[in-house]
């Protein structure tokens, strides 16, 4: 896995940048683009058409997760772009667009994989945005089988669903599909009683369980076990366990 602070590698050589770092140049660059996302991501679902607009769902729980590091812009390069082969009306349409696909054709459609494209051959009239390694695997592996390769890439995997679905209800509500009184009352008393708050809520959660479980990996290296019997250990604890353990440090 590339190091966190490697330099991004570019398929083809680009004019070096005195202060901007390349990702964050890159990141910039999209503002410029004619396929920019529109200020609200993937399209929701709603009857009324002011809403069927892109939304950039993973900007404020990609900000949380990677814990404010301002000098790491990779995670937001990669949101920002992330969704940009999204045809019309969303999962939908990109459902539709690959059925049709395969029924005319014999081929398919990913939104991940257009995205893709739609930075390396279509931007730039066939130019191309000449995006970072790093970036581009954060963009075609932010869904699918394959895992990213760096963090910042994984960090944007993981917040894209969060956000979505707190989004896409969210929608639902201000469009009368859904009423607050059906959501689950036990998960939204525990997550909160608005995608905002909800978001906050879990993103929280994943730091805060991520810090306790590197406290209890490094507790149990310290005690002389080893790395394969450490991370078995960890591996096989419950959630109430890992919890209770995590407290016991701590105090």
């Given amino acids: 896995m590339p190091a966190a602070n490697a330099v991004p590698a ?11 770092p390349p990702a964050q140049a890159q990141d910039a660059g999209l503002h410029r683009s004619k396929r920019r996302p529109l200020p609200h991501a993937a399209y929701a679902h709603t009857r009324d058409d002011r809403d069927l607009t ?18 790491r812009p990779r995670p ?9 082969g999204h045809p019309a009306f969303g999962h939908a349409g990109e ?17 991940n994989e257009h995205s893709l494209r739609v930075v390396d051959q279509l931007e730039r009239d066939g130019r191309g945005l000449n995006l970072t390694a790093e970036v581009r695997d954060g963009i075609l592996n932010h869904t699918g089988e394959n895992e990213p390769e760096t963090l910042e890439g994984k960090i944007v995997r993981l917040v894209d ?8 209800i969210d929608d639902a509500v201000r469009a009368g599909v859904l009423e607050p009184t059906a959501l689950p009352a036990a998960e939204i008393e525990l997550l909160g009683p ?7 809520t879990i993103v929280h959660d994943l730091v805060e369980t991520s810090e306790r479980v590197r ?19 960890v591996a ?7 919890l209770a353990y995590a407290a016991r440090l701590e105090g």
Avoid: C, K, W
């Avoid at 459902?95 to 939104?111: M, N, P, V």
């Avoid at 096989?236 to 890992?242: C, H, I, V």
């Fill in 10 to 20: 570019r398929s083809r050589p680009d004019r070096p940048l005195e202060v901007v």
């Fill in 54 to 71: 892109r939304r950039r769902p993973g900007a404020a729980p990609e900000r949380g997760s990677d814990r404010g590091d301002r000098s």
């Fill in 76 to 84: 937001r390069a990669s949101r920002v772009r992330h969704d940009l």
């Fill in 95 to 111: 459902e539709a667009l690959d059925a049709a696909l395969r029924e005319r054709f014999g081929l398919g459609f990913r939104h």
């Fill in 161 to 168: 669903r969060v956000a979505y679905i707190n989004h896409d």
């Fill in 194 to 200: 608005t995608g905002p708050r909800r978001i906050d």
């Fill in 215 to 233: 406290r209890i990996f490094a507790h149990l290296v310290d005690e002389g076990r080893s790395a394969q019997d450490a991370t078995d250990y």
């Fill in 236 to 242: 096989g604890m419950t959630d109430r366990f890992a």
